[in-house]
């Protein structure tokens, strides 16, 4: 998938210049995928096929999670409260109504919100000087290659492609808008 919009260098500035916050918002967004993989499992416990693979989903999240909170307790940092994240509340408002519309298009975001963080972790782990921190973020962008077909797999299951291909373009439509519309900071999303 193609994000219609890249990261400008700015953002890969503000990470460097304050990686702690960095690390702190990661966190809360491994904490946060995982949930949400989770409540796609009970909002949707009837479709086998997701039920089996958010649960996988969530396992790994969790496990980033862990991952990243093991480098914010050797760092002498505590994790913080979850806040709202207005990147993702910007692209759920977009969200159609109707049971089924609703559906496709929590997958279709899903999918466009794991490759923004692939991309943003591939540029991360591009900026960090050799070691372990380094393979680490280009392992994490590696992942989120995979989630990201997860998701538009899902989205192919349940839906026909002539269904998904034009709601994943107005939705990549639609995150080149919000991103561009929000401030550089030393955050994910």
Not at 137 to 164: D, I, K, M, N
Request: aromatic content about 8%; glycine content about 4%; charged content about 30%.
């Amino acid at each position: 998938m193609r994000l219609r919009a890249p990261t400008r260098a700015e953002w890969t500035a503000a990470v460097l210049a304050d990686f702690n916050a960095f690390l702190l918002d990661h966190a809360a967004n491994e904490r946060k995928a995982s949930a949400s993989a989770l409540a796609l499992v009970a909002h949707y416990p009837d479709r086998r096929e997701l039920v089996e693979r958010c649960i996988a989903l969530a396992i790994e999240e969790l496990e980033h999670f862990q991952q990243v909170h093991a480098r914010i307790a050797e760092r002498g940092l505590v994790a913080t409260p979850d806040t709202r994240n207005e990147y993702l509340r910007r692209l759920t408002a977009a969200f159609r109504p109707g049971t089924d519309a609703y559906f496709l298009d929590r997958l279709v975001t899903a999918s466009i919100v794991e490759a923004r963080g692939c991309e943003r972790f591939g540029l991360v782990a591009a900026a960090l000087p050799a070691g372990e921190l380094k393979e680490f973020y280009r392992e994490l962008s590696r992942s989120e290659v995979r989630h990201q077909g997860l998701f538009l797999e899902l989205a192919r299951t349940y839906f026909e492609e002539a269904e998904v291909a034009p709601r994943l373009e107005a939705m990549l439509d639609e995150e080149a808008r919000v991103v561009a519309a929000l401030p550089i900071r030393a955050s994910l999303y």
